[in-house]
């Protein structure tokens, strides 16, 4: 999950305060009546004093709040009914922090929460709309609201912009290395893409390999590194990112105390399985785990606080100069600075400019945060940008909202097949993603459907590990559960007849061990009975692979491939790492790998 503004918020809001709220009677002393409302002593803005409940519409049914107001601000936001799982849950505690802070029910809803926020926000909208008072009187009030007292400088050791995966990675590195660390993050909470990704991790030769008698090696991940980004990427890059993704896993398990599932996937354009897991399949519990190790360490995470622009002294990078709520911040490093900001995904200007295919009629899966801001801000000081037209789309995503769909994740099980319109395979399920994206928008309306079987769904358990997107899915009509193939594909209008013969086809290539159409990787299993699946899917903006050229300390070069002194990098928001294409599960290892290694660096001022 990840913030974003979700401007559908603030129309909502508006739209639900319009609708419910009567115009508030203008307050005297005199015209407050007993027990309604405590004495109004601003009697045009004021907001009565009470407690009110809400009701809205969340992802798992209905959301009831009781909201509580005194002096005119929400003091105080209990859930009394929800049906949200816990992941979900957490974005109202989230928009509970946010709404008492900024005395505000705008704001920043939890994005991979969509529903949830929007439920939540409907029912805090409907709680204070009892109140009689309007949306102004609220904003009358917000203005004025104190918000976090800020000074106007700081300083530490080592300042690092961004607290996604790979700052935070490097957060605990320089922490665990003696330094003082403050983390800059432009959203109200830490997270990223990282946090909304499954946050799967290439790490060859792990714990569950060994347990399953998969073979695998540093060197086979480094060529499939080199072979998946068309020999594009650095070299000597990809060579610390393979060396080090296991230590990385096991630092993630043992260190900051990440737990992993028992199961691995099969990402699309490795030569073997060897992906890890975390907890609920789920970005959210790397950041979670992630963000109260640092914290643990000491490390300081300002929120809401965008860096603007690094500022050298005597050729070294020195300071980040911030804002917070339009306050400008000074941020002192005595070690380093560490850019981590991810990529540029929704930075539509920045990605029409190096790549005009990937303009605005391409979806995104990416977090509203990743806009290039340290690319712009590196570039000005004379930093080297490599790559940046290759911009990756992962293939299978929501065809309305350009979301990852993880429940599609059964075809990572080696479980499911992609059909177009005709009812035929259009390519190998287990291809690159650019390899798959580009064929799906070859075929009809530019989309495909993931068809799988009962047995297929038992052993992926994807309706269970996302049951939310699950259930969402098939109220949104975009995934039919059916008891005959005929009928799953009538719901789409796939030819029926033609995606039983591909099934028939697909289920003779199962028994004979080789797919002859497309040479599907991994085991082959048949389909057999019904219920059937099928999920409509379409190609989203997912990651940007250029970026910040980087040294294999993690230190930034300039266009003439020296180092900008004081300034390191890690995460998406280099290049060269994965060339043309990066593979699924392989940026968790790059952003823990690098993340690590510029936080080590920075704290010993390499
Ligand atoms: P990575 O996977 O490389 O860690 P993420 O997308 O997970 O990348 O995290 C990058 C983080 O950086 C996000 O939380 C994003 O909001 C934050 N960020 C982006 N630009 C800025 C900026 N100018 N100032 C502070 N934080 C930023």
């Not at 928008?441 to 309706?463: C, R």
Request: some cysteine; glycine content about 10%.
């Amino acid at each position: 999950m990840r913030k974003t503004r979700l401007v559908v918020l603030a129309g909502m809001l508006a739209l639900s305060l319009a609708a419910c709220s009567k115009p508030a009677a203008p307050q005297t002393a005199e015209t407050v009546t007993e027990g309604t409302a405590a004495v109004q002593t601003e009697a045009q803005s004021g907001i009565p004093d009470g407690t009110y409940q809400g009701e809205g519409s969340g992802k798992g049914g209905k959301i009831v709040v009781e909201v509580t107001f005194a002096d005119s601000k929400i003091t105080e936001i209990k859930v009394l009914e929800n049906a949200e799982t816990p992941g979900f849950a957490d974005a109202m505690d989230t928009m509970t922090e946010a709404m008492i802070a900024q005395n505000s029910i705008e704001v920043d809803g939890v994005s991979g929460a969509t529903l949830t926020s929007t439920g939540f926000t409907q029912a805090v909208a409907d709680a204070f709309s009892k109140t009689g008072a309007t949306a102004d009187q609220l904003a009358a009030v917000t203005a004025e609201t104190v918000k976090d007292a800020r000074e106007d400088s700081y300083s530490a050791d080592v300042i690092i912009v961004g607290a996604g995966g790979a700052g935070l990675s490097a957060a605990i590195s320089a922490a665990e290395g003696g330094a003082k660390v403050i983390v800059l993050e432009k959203m109200s909470m830490p997270g990223g893409n990282t946090l909304i990704s499954g946050g799967e991790m290439a790490a060859p030769g792990n714990w569950l390999q060994k347990e399953e008698g998969i073979e695998d090696s540093k060197d086979q991940f480094y060529e499939d590194i080199l072979k998946g980004g068309d020999n594009e990427n650095d070299p000597e890059l990809v060579r610390i990112l393979a060396d080090n993704a296991l230590p990385a896993a096991e630092w993630l398990r043992d260190d900051v105390g990440v737990t992993f599932e028992d199961y691995e996937l099969f990402f699309g354009g490795h030569s073997v399985k060897r992906s890890l897991v975390p907890l609920n399949a789920s970005g959210v519990e790397l950041i979670d785990k992630l963000t109260k190790k640092a914290e643990s360490l000491g490390v300081e995470i300002h929120t809401s606080t965008p860096a603007k622009e690094l500022v050298q002294t005597d050729g070294k990078v020195t300071d980040v100069k911030a804002e917070y709520e339009g306050q400008e911040i000074t941020y002192h490093a005595d070690r380093g600075v560490i850019l981590a900001t991810g990529g540029f995904g929704s930075n539509l200007e920045m990605r029409k400019k190096y790549n005009a295919d990937m303009d605005e009629k391409i979806l995104s899966t990416n977090s509203v945060g990743s806009t290039g801001d340290g690319i712009d801000m590196a570039e000005k000081l004379g930093a080297q940008v490599v790559d940046m037209q290759y911009i990756q789309t992962y293939p299978t995503c929501d065809p309305e909202t350009g979301a990852l769909l993880y429940v599609g994740d059964v075809r990572l099980d080696g479980r499911a097949i992609l059909v177009n319109l005709e009812g035929k395979r259009f390519v190998e399920e287990l291809e690159r993603r650019d390899v798959i994206s580009m064929a799906v928008t070859e075929q009809t309306g530019g989309v495909s459907y993931m068809f799988w079987d009962e047995d297929s769904m038992k052993a992926s358990k994807v309706n269970e590990t996302h049951k939310n997107e699950y259930e969402q899915l098939l109220a949104s009509g975009n995934l039919v559960k059916a008891d005959t193939v005929e009928e799953a594909a009538a719901h789409f209008g796939i030819d029926a007849v033609e995606l039983q013969k591909t099934i028939d086809q697909y289920n003779e290539y199962c028994e004979k061990g080789k797919d002859e159409a497309f040479n599907k990787r991994g085991d082959l299993i048949a389909f057999t009975d019904g219920p059937y699946y099928i999920l409509k899917t379409t190609p989203a903006i997912h990651h940007t692979m250029g970026g910040l050229k980087i040294n294999t300390d993690a230190q930034v070069l300039d266009e003439s491939g020296n180092v900008i002194s004081g300034l390191y990098a890690a995460g998406e928001v280099t290049g060269d790492i994965h060339g043309t294409n990066r593979l699924g599960s392989d940026a968790i290892a790059d952003i823990t790998v690098f993340g690590r290694i510029a936080g080590k660096n920075a704290a010993e001022n390499k």
